[in-house]
């Protein structure tokens, strides 16, 4: 079955110099109703609110709000939250930086830690970590490690790198592996070869 919705989205708001702005949008619902959310945006703090509105009765309110800075060398650091009141909700840290860039390689370093909210806005239940290593070459070849962790449970590792092996301005064809792994379970991995060219 194929939903369509509708999307009216709202002319963005900039006020002062400070680089403030509204945001918004909203939508028809193949139920017949309509939703909608709004938000504010100052510097790299924003909030939200949404819900939606079926014809008889107004849906749950959902509150967002975080942040989100910039650091050198596209590496970033932030948090977010979006809680429906009286219900419970969720929230997240995340970041990655930049660990070295040269003209031939460069290495990044990214993670994330998520929580569950209860509605008292206290964490509950397991917290979710990841945390992974990017590399790349010049020449296109790549490489990823990194590794997740569910509460107490155990933690699951993986990897990928991929080799270029015909290189054009119209794609290529690369050689790849991958490969998880984890406490209690038995490794898993694949090597393939994967192209792609452009007409």
Known sequence: MVKQVFKLILAIALVS??????FGGGGFL????????????????????S????????????VGGGAHFKLPNDGFAGARASV???????????????IFDTPTHRLDVQGHHDRFLNRDLKPVGPAINEIGANYKHVGGATAHIGASKVGGGPIQGSLGASVPLVSTPQGGINLGVKGIAGEGMKPQGQIGVEGEFRF
Request: net charge positive; charged share 10%; aromatic share 12%.
């Open 17 to 22: 110099q400070s680089m403030a702005q509204f």
């Open 30 to 49: 193949p139920s017949g109703g309509i939703g909608g959310m709004g938000g504010y945006k100052y510097g790299p703090a924003w909030g939200s609110l």
């Open 51 to 62: 819900s939606s509105y079926d014809g008889r009765r107004l849906g749950p309110v959902e």
């Open 84 to 98: 429906q009141p009286g219900v419970g909700g969720t929230s997240s840290l995340y970041g990655k930086v930049n």
